[in-house]
């Protein structure tokens, strides 16, 4: 099973609202992603998770804010966003650490919708 | 800088074989992967090198020549599902960073065609 999930698929938020991005795994991986994807562009990380430790923040704005609950879960939290920052959010997870190949599995993404 | 090219768009005809090329300038790599993703859709893994070679998987074939910083992914016995993006991925570790992560390229269009 390499199934991540997202909830929720679609989000329209308005620019005062506080909103969250919820991802899932149950692969008993150890590092989780948070990517950016606008159309017809690739995916930009935005933060890693690696053993519920913050190991990457990409110099993301603070109006996005990662937490990781546990190992399976990873949210991104969402507050006084801009129109611009309307894409596809992808969330992966990895085994971790250092050594092997450590693929990345990627969850189907919410399409987030700034108005 | 961290620099990863790859062809814009490709197009290519059912049955046919087609090889996408991605070149790469990174620090710290650490290995390469490959994914597919149709619009709308989170990508897919397809394969992985870490090593110079060629690895093969069923229809997906992916080679790599870490002196020149090239990589292509070869698919044969085009279908029409395999009309998608295809991303270039080089995993590098930031120098004094123990966490990896991927870079990825800017993706291939490819269209196969009737």
């Known amino acids: 099973d390499t199934e991540v999930t997202q909830t929720p698929k679609h989000l329209v938020m308005g620019m005062t609202n506080k909103k969250s991005l919820k991802c899932e795994q149950h692969m008993g991986h150890r590092a989780m992603y948070w990517y950016k994807q606008k159309a017809k562009k690739p995916p930009e990380l935005m933060f890693v998770?690696?053993?519920?430790?913050?190991?990457i923040n990409e110099s993301v704005p603070s109006r996005f804010s990662p937490e990781c609950p546990n190992s399976s879960l990873l949210n991104l939290h969402l507050h006084a966003l801009q129109p611009e920052d309307s894409a596809l959010y992808l969330c992966?997870?990895?085994?971790?650490?250092?050594?092997?190949?450590?693929?990345?599995?990627f969850g189907p993404g919410t399409r987030l919708t700034v108005l | 800088g961290q620099n990863i090219d790859q062809p814009t768009e490709m197009t290519a005809t059912e049955g046919a074989i087609v090889q996408i090329n991605c070149t790469y300038q990174t620090s710290g790599f650490n290995g390469l992967f490959w994914y597919q993703q149709h619009a709308g859709e989170a990508p897919t893994f397809l394969s992985y090198n870490v090593l110079d070679g060629l690895e093969e998987k069923g229809r997906f074939s992916s080679f790599l020549s870490r002196s020149k910083g090239y990589s292509y992914l070869l698919l044969k016995e085009l279908q029409m599902k395999d009309s998608a993006s295809y991303l270039c991925?080089?995993?590098?570790?930031?120098?004094?960073?123990?966490?990896?992560?991927?870079?990825f390229g800017t993706g291939t269009l490819l269209a196969v065609q009737p």
């Open positions: 998770y690696s053993y519920e430790k913050l190991s």
């Open positions: 992966a997870s990895s085994q971790g650490g250092s050594r092997g190949r450590n693929t990345q599995y």
């Open positions: 991925a080089v995993r590098v570790r930031p120098y004094g960073g123990a966490t990896n992560k991927l870079i």
